[in-house]
């Protein structure tokens, strides 16, 4: 009885940092620097998707941008970002596609349109088109 205590007492305080490490980062998302499409992926999206843009298995499947023949689409790959796909989050403007997680940060579609446009021009990929924040508005669902 006394190790499951103590073990329901380390889950507990594990539990709130985790809590309290989310609050953080939720609390300082506006005063992030995202103002281009490199900031914005070591922000956000190198966590899951690397910093050489290869990808990850293990406790989830976060796919490569190297070489990834999706993103010949620079819609489809603004759509991703917008309202998400599989585990990974909306990071669209408002209420993208029904209710948002307490801990969800958004991006503008200036920022969704930059972050597109670095992950389509590196990692190996070389798609000269550029995407707007107009074009990026227009994809919204509603």
């Not at 596609?97 to 070389?126: C, P, Q």
Request: charged share 20%.
């Amino acid at each position: 009885m006394k190790h499951i205590i103590k073990y329901l007492l380390h889950s507990v305080l594990f539990a709130g940092l985790g809590l309290a490490t989310l609050f953080a980062v939720a609390d300082s998302a506006d005063t992030l620097d995202l103002s281009d499409g490199k900031r914005v992926y070591e922000h956000i999206c190198q966590g899951c998707h690397m910093p050489d843009g290869m990808g990850a298995v293990g406790a989830g499947y976060y796919p490569a941008f190297a070489g990834n023949p999706n993103l010949a689409s620079a819609q489809y790959t603004a759509l991703v970002i917008l309202i998400g796909r599989r585990n990974m989050p909306s990071f669209g403007e408002g209420d993208m596609v029904g209710e948002k997680t307490w801990f969800s940060m958004t991006l503008s579609d200036e920022e969704v349109a930059s972050v597109a446009n670095y992950i389509r021009s590196h990692f190996g990929n070389a798609y000269e088109d550029q995407l707007t924040a107009a074009e990026v508005k227009a994809l919204h669902p509603r």
